[in-house]
């Protein structure tokens, strides 16, 4: 366990930490208090996150909620929201449900968000009314000393690239991260019960699912039956994690909860790996939206889809692919095993005994695009036809624009698409890009 | 049907002809009589096919047979049957599942068969002992003026290229011609009838099937429900039956009875033309063994379907492929989507849970064939490899003899096999294979 607390030594705030951090919350909620109590507004402002339940590791966050009477019209309560928000310096507007603010406050950042108060999970009006919820049910269960298994646990994640459960990460999240904890008891034990995991384990507390999930990893939130707390977590994700595990214990280190910066290859080092492999580079560079990154990530996810499902039903095979954003740019990078294909491809028709099969013959006999044929394979009309794009770069020249790529993408990808294959979709900027696709060692491995 | 007219004209045979036929089938059985008096042999002629249902094309051979009782041991038959073909002259020992004898008699050429004399099939004890009772079966209901239909139709399925019930042609024989002009009635009848067929379409006369039939055409034999008398039928074969006869009746012409012999293209213009069709073009050539066409072109097809297996399964997508004989070569020919793929390909392993994982990520891992790897995609482990042969070129030289490619073929391939790639796959000795290739007309179109 020396690994382990050597970690602690490093992300266990301090007592210096721990003390800015109580003044920083004793002192906001004073003010959100007079505020409220100024303007008139019925509301009690609670702490909740990793600081509430004193999970939270060094340079941590403040999540302060104010929790409204649930007969406040949802404006009221967005308006009055923003308005405690303006108590934070160097503000933005952050938009879930509905907006909150998310700033500074004497040096440590803090997000203000407005919710119903409600007693039980069934009775919430807003995504976020159970964020306390959360918090009671935690601090009620989690004994001292298991403050910092759970310390550990989202340290390692985070350490092995699948902390977070936003969209970009498709991870564990902080309270998934202290469940896991409250139910193997510590940070070793989570690993070892995730040996025995697979596709669609099935972990549940106090409280039993009241519905079938579906997801990977399926984790029964405590405080509601009907919501899986594992909801975000990919397939990859859940996979790297259980072997990210095995090989912890089987030699623990540092690696895995700090690992290395990936180093970008350079160009050279690239041109020159692309020629080992042989296959055909492509990339789609589509200027990035400016929307955050819960808006981008799935417009990111399924425009990468689309691109792919192009490539492939015209008879360019993938062999790997990886989506990223670099230099404000949408990266969508290909590995092609087959970037040019012939001139001829084959059109298959219906069978010949069916009714319309007169007007597949009729329309290809003589056509400008028809080669040879239509001819008979098997029981069934084919013909030769000429490819309308036999490389991978025009064909998305010409079709990636037409895609359903998201929305805010697709507005940006009509005004800026750019398609780049060989050495110049090798460019200096998109070298990382490049790497995080080609290098496929684990973080721990670097 | 003025096309008919001339049609018969031409296939039907002359008075001259039909008077020489008779004197060369009453002399033979007269001299097998006298041959099985002397030799004390217990036997009858039976005169079959065509000529004895009178539905003989010009230029037709004879079939006789030679009816020996049923508890003769099959050695003897097999004996006496060859002593008696004898008779004929340039004679050649044939074999299907018992040895026979063709050769020539006063100019006509003849086939002498021995087989078991039997009352019904239903006690048959050789492949051939149904014949004399489908002679039987035809004469007997065949109207006088039938006879011209069935040579029509006889003279268009081979104008259209699926006449015959050999390995080779896959198509429809003498008798099932007969039979369907007993159902339909006449020649036109019966491609007005196919317009309504489709794949398993099955017929039935006087008798109906006693078992299930797989094949693409089924016309129960009315004197054995168990047998399918069109069962060589493919379903290409019946394709273009039912395709030609939809095109007749549009328009008949002598063009199908009779149509122009496909004229190969130069070797020059097959270099043209592969360089429009962007494909690659590989010829496999095996030195053909010496066998007859009923032992050699199932065995074609069983090769041919191996190497083109092997080709997909490696990555190498095939546009087009088919086997021919050329200058006592079996060839293969395949146009490929994709002649050549990169150095690289993954290999997809378990999915992570599973108990041997491990041992595939111990296998690869610092493998020599390892280019990078083991990674995860999706739950499963995989792997990026150095490609054995990067070329189907290459692929085919290294492991087509490996292959089961039939028994007589994979004997001469250990020998003989050689791999053509691009223009040397073109030579002339090859034209007209691959003209019959690339050339999809159907033969009335050229």
Redesign the interface.
């Known amino acids: 366990m020396a690994v382990e607390g050597n970690i602690l030594a490093k992300i266990r705030p301090s007592a210096d930490e721990e003390r800015h951090l109580s003044e920083v919350v004793r002192e906001l909620k004073e003010r959100v208090t007079t505020v409220l109590k100024e303007k008139g507004w019925e509301a009690k402002p609670i702490l909740v996150g990793s600081v509430a339940k004193g999970t939270h590791l060094t340079g941590t966050e403040v999540d302060l909620f104010v929790a409204f009477p649930p007969d406040l019209p949802r404006e009221d309560l967005e308006l009055r929201g923003l308005a405690l928000g303006e108590l934070l310096e160097r503000r933005a507007r952050m938009y879930a449900e509905h907006p909150y603010t998310r700033g500074w406050y004497r040096g440590t950042e803090v997000e203000i968000v407005p919710c119903y108060r409600v007693q039980d999970a069934t009775q919430r009006m807003s995504a976020v009314d159970r964020t306390p919820l959360h918090a009671d049910y935690v601090l009620g269960r989690l004994a001292e000393d298991q403050a910092d298994e759970v310390r550990l646990l989202k340290a390692w994640t985070q350490g092995v690239g699948v902390y977070g459960a936003e969209a970009k990460v498709r991870g564990f999240s902080g309270y998934l991260c202290e469940l896991l904890v409250l139910r193997y008891g510590r940070f070793r034990a989570v690993l070892e019960a995730s040996l025995g ?3 669609g384990q099935k972990i549940e507390l106090d409280r039993a699912a009241t519905k079938e999930f579906t997801e ?1 990893l399926v984790v029964v939130d405590p405080i509601d039956g009907g919501r899986n707390v594992a909801s975000a977590v990919s ?2 994700q ?3 994690f ?2 990210a595990a095995r090989e912890y214990l089987r030699g623990p280190s540092e690696r895995f909860f700090f690992p290395r910066p990936l180093k970008s290859l350079s160009v050279a080092q690239l041109r020159a790996l692309a020629k ?5 580079l492509i990339a789609v560079a589509i200027r990035a939206p400016a929307v955050t990154e819960d808006v981008l990530y799935p417009q990111l996810r399924k425009a990468h889809g689309a691109l792919e499902d192009l490539l492939v039903r015209e ?1 360019f ?1 993938v ?2 692919a990886r989506f990223d954003v670099a230099d404000e740019e949408a990266l969508f990078l290909f590995e092609l ?2 970037p040019a ?4 491809i ?1 059109h298959e028709g219906p ?3 069916v009714r319309n099969a007169k007007e597949f013959v009729e329309k290809w006999t003589d056509d400008r695009r028809t ?3 239509p ?6 009309w084919s013909v ?1 036809l000429v490819r309308d794009a ?1 490389t991978a770069e025009d064909l998305l020249r010409a079709s990636a624009k037409g895609l359903s790529l998201g929305k805010d993408l697709e507005k940006s990808a009509r005004r800026s698409l750019k398609v780049y294959e060989g050495t110049p979709a090798l460019k200096a900027p998109y070298a990382p890009a490049w790497t995080r696709l ?5 973080p721990w491995e670097r």
């Open positions: 995991w697979s596709r990977a397939l990859d859940l996979a790297t259980v072997h080992r492999r042989g296959t055909g008879g095979a062999h790997d095993i087959v294909l012939p001139r001829v084959r069978p010949i005994w080669l040879s044929g001819f008979i394979t098997g029981d069934r030769d036999t080609l290098d496929k060692r684990f």
